[in-house]
């Protein structure tokens, strides 16, 4: 399969390091041929993204990556060549900025609690975009609580541990609605990370248009009961690193990537 672009990466304006223009430029660096810009539950990033696209001449597609919750679970979903002016895009934009904000609160309440201060208005300042547990796991190190960002998520931030706080999405319906309305597709992110696998059969019957079947680090083998599943479907199949810079030093950009002909599907939303 020929590399035409990394459809999965995070900038500054969620909780990676890179600006969008360095990540246009490890595009190209690459030799990808496109580019997008998924930043959790934001678009702000990849609207910057689209002219430096061009300027290097690399093909542009929109992108975000939403948090979503079905049946209780965390599910993320991958949208893209959506309308960014769509209204339905604006109002899931909004209700994560809100419940972001409230749930960091109530973060910094618990780290209070054990002792730990983290000024607000500094972690607002760091967050350009979308707020996340990411930016505190950061602070966390400056103030040597931590030594690490996985050390933070394991002692603090992880699901269960001191500090956490249950995540309240939108639901997986929903965030697939908006997507549509605003004339957008819906790929359903890491699916290799669902568990258990009696949800991911639940997740099948939903109204997506693919499926990220090439992620990361993950062996081949791992993407054949995805690739089943999108011949089933006439599913659009997707790859992406799930780049962060820093924040996730362990993973490259363009360590997973998408070929021509998907890129093409999703930029013609067939
Ligand atoms: P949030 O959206 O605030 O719930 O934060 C979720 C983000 O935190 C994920 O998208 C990852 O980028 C990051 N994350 C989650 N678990 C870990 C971990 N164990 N180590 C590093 N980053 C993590
Ligand atoms: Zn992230
Ligand atoms: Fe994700
Ligand atoms: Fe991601």
Redesign the pocket.
């Known amino acids: 399969m020929i590399p035409f672009a990394d459809l999965h990466c995070h900038s500054i304006f969620s909780?990676g390091t890179a600006t969008p223009r360095e990540i246009a430029l490890l595009a190209k660096e690459k030799g990808f041929k496109g580019v997008t810009l998924t930043d959790?539950d934001s678009i702000e990033g990849a609207l910057l993204l689209q002219p430096i696209a061009e300027e290097l001449g690399l093909s542009f597609l929109m992108g975000v990556e939403f948090?979503s919750s079905f049946r209780g679970e965390s599910v993320h979903i991958l949208g893209y060549s959506f309308d960014p002016t769509a209204p339905s895009i604006h109002n899931l934009c909004e209700r994560h900025i809100t419940r972001?904000k409230v749930r960091i609160e109530k973060m910094l309440a618990k780290l209070k609690e054990l002792g730990i201060e983290i000024d607000p208005q500094l972690l607002q300042e760091r967050a350009r975009g979308t707020i996340?547990?990411?930016h505190i796991?950061h602070l966390l190190i400056e103030k040597g609580v931590v030594p690490s960002?996985?050390e933070a998520?394991y002692q603090y931030l992880?699901e269960g541990k001191k500090a956490y706080v249950e995540?309240e999405s939108p639901t997986t319906e929903e965030t697939l609605l908006a997507l549509h309305q605003a004339g957008g597709l819906a790929i359903l992110a890491h699916p290799h990370l669902i568990k258990p696998k009696s949800l991911l059969r639940k997740l099948y019957t939903l109204s997506f248009d693919g499926i990220e079947t090439w992620y990361g680090s993950f062996p081949k083998h791992r993407t054949l009961s995805f690739l089943q599943v999108a011949k089933e479907k006439k599913w659009i199949t997707t790859g992406g690193s799930d780049y962060?810079g820093t924040?996730?030093p362990h993973v490259l950009y363009g360590s997973s990537f998408t070929n021509e002909e998907n890129f093409i599907r999703l930029q013609r939303r067939s």
Request: aromatic share 6%; hydrophobic share 20%.
């Open positions: 909780d959790h948090s972001r996340g547990r990411p796991a960002i996985q998520f992880g995540e962060h924040t996730k």
